[in-house]
């Protein structure tokens, strides 16, 4: 099962670009992979998904090295309103047991 | 003119009563969802259902019950609802049955608690 492993938690500061991590070793080769952030009293939002290389968007980068077992979210030039928690989700060969992962927490300071 | 809309948004309620969260999309999504967040963040889906074709994640317990009348709702039964239940119940909708490559859309949570 495509399982999620990422850091509990992040400080950065405002202007920095950050960088958040994703292990997924038993990814499957038609999985994509895709992250999102959720807000305090909110449901999740998609940022970005990609399936290799690199992707980016007005928001983010995500960067998946060829052999995928791995991914990382890049956000560039932080600022407090990026604080929120940020999802990794693999699909899973089995549609209803994906996994959002637990999750990290990035706070960013002034 | 919300995407993905839940009522109620807060719900507190006694051990051993029966209560109903309900659920709308106006995205013209076919698929919709059920996740349930702890008190330690975990996301975990719960059910999928899929022009009316529902999928059971067997790890909820069948007090839990959803329920579609159409495609653009689908709704959270829970009977004799226990002390364990207290979480954050979201529902999403998607355009199709994929988690690999579709995105999910979030409504805003209803935070149930059980006394």
Known sequence: LAKTTQPISMDSYEGQEVNITCSHNNIATNDYITWYQQFPSQGPRFIIQGYKTKVTNEVASLFI????????????????????????????IDFNKFYFGSGTKLNVKP | DTAVSQTPKYLVTQMGNDKSIKCEQNLG????????????????????YNNKELIINETVPNRFSPKSPDKAHLNLHINSLELG?????????????????????????????VL
């Open chain 2, 85 to 113: 239940d207290s979480a954050v119940y979201f529902c999403a909708s998607s355009q199709v049955f994929s988690s690999r490559t579709d995105t999910q859309y979030f409504g805003p949570g209803t935070r149930l608690t």
């Open chain 2, 29 to 48: 999504h076919d698929t919709m969802y059920w996740y349930k967040q702890d008190s330690k963040k975990f996301l975990k889906i719960m059910f999928s």
């Open chain 1, 65 to 92: 090295p060829a052999d995928r077992k791995s991914s990382t979210l890049s956000l560039p030039r932080v600022s407090l309103s990026d604080t929120a928690v940020y999802y990794c989700l693999v699909g899973d």
